[in-house]
């Protein structure tokens, strides 16, 4: 298995592909995933272009964090992550493909992804129980998928998969595994304060937009400026 993936991501890294076909790949995906979470969870409607926004931002302020991070922890050419992380960057789309099945099959209605302050509680326990219950309560399947538990079972089994993604990368160009470790510690982390952003915005501001362009926009730049003056 680490044969094979030191091979797919050789091959990524080799491929003498444009940049912007990978560009191409990440944006596609986006929208598909944009137009999915309309009929996965009815929060946003497809005519709701600043609701499309907000999601675009933030997935290319979190994929540009992550990127920077995994160039600066591995010793990679940051156009060589990229690469690498925009052609499986489609792994976002199993999220409201699970919940879509989850909802028909099982009649489970769940929310999407964030933690907000007005629904889950319990902020730091959540970071340990992988955005579960709070320590101590006693979970069974019924209760495991009730919104006020947490993110969705696609985003979570989503963020499982990227995490597994990552590990891969990281000891293919390591060979590491403590480094491995704390790699994947900071992109769960990393994954885990995007979550969890309405906290962040709350202690700031009250009430927070549930909409915060504005907000990935400052990261975005924010990331920018710390990889042109520090990495």
């Given amino acids: 298995m680490l044969k094979f993936a030191d091979r797919l991501i050789k091959s990524v890294e080799d491929s003498d592909y444009p940049f912007y076909y990978y560009l191409f790949v990440f944006v596609f995906s986006i929208v598909v995933r944009n137009f999915l979470e309309v009929f996965a969870y009815g929060e946003i409607q497809i005519?709701?272009?600043?609701?499309?926004?907000?999601?675009?931002?933030?997935?290319?302020?979190?994929?540009?964090?992550?990127?920077?991070?995994?160039?600066?922890?591995?010793?990679?050419?940051?156009?060589?992550v990229y690469k690498v992380v925009f052609t499986f960057i489609p792994v976002i789309i199993i999220c409201p493909i699970i919940d879509l099945v989850a909802l028909h099959a099982f009649d489970l209605k769940q929310t999407l992804g964030y933690l907000s302050p007005e629904l889950h509680g319990a902020f730091f326990s959540k970071y340990f129980t992988f955005f579960g219950s709070?320590?101590?309560?006693?979970?069974?399947?019924?209760?495991?998928?009730?919104?006020?538990?947490?993110?969705?079972?696609?985003?979570?089994?989503?963020?499982?998969?990227v995490l597994i993604g990552f590990g891969f990368y990281f000891y293919s160009k390591t060979k590491n595994v403590f480094?491995?470790?704390?790699?994947?510690?900071?992109?769960?982390?990393?994954?885990?304060?995007?979550?969890?952003?309405p906290y962040v915005i709350s202690l700031i501001t009250r009430p927070y937009s549930p909409q915060l362009v504005p907000y990935y926009l400052f990261l975005l730049f924010l990331i920018f400026y710390l990889h042109s003056h520090l990495f």
């Fill in 134 to 161: 709070s320590i101590g309560v006693n979970l069974n399947i019924q209760n495991f998928f009730k919104p006020n538990m947490g993110p969705s079972m696609g985003y979570r089994l989503e963020v499982l998969f």
């Fill in 179 to 197: 480094k491995t470790f704390n790699a994947l510690l900071v992109s769960y982390t990393l994954i885990y304060f995007f979550c969890s952003t």
């Fill in 47 to 80: 005519s709701s272009w600043y609701a499309h926004l907000h999601y675009s931002t933030y997935y290319l302020a979190l994929v540009t964090w992550f990127v920077v991070i995994i160039s600066a922890l591995t010793k990679q050419k940051i156009n060589s």
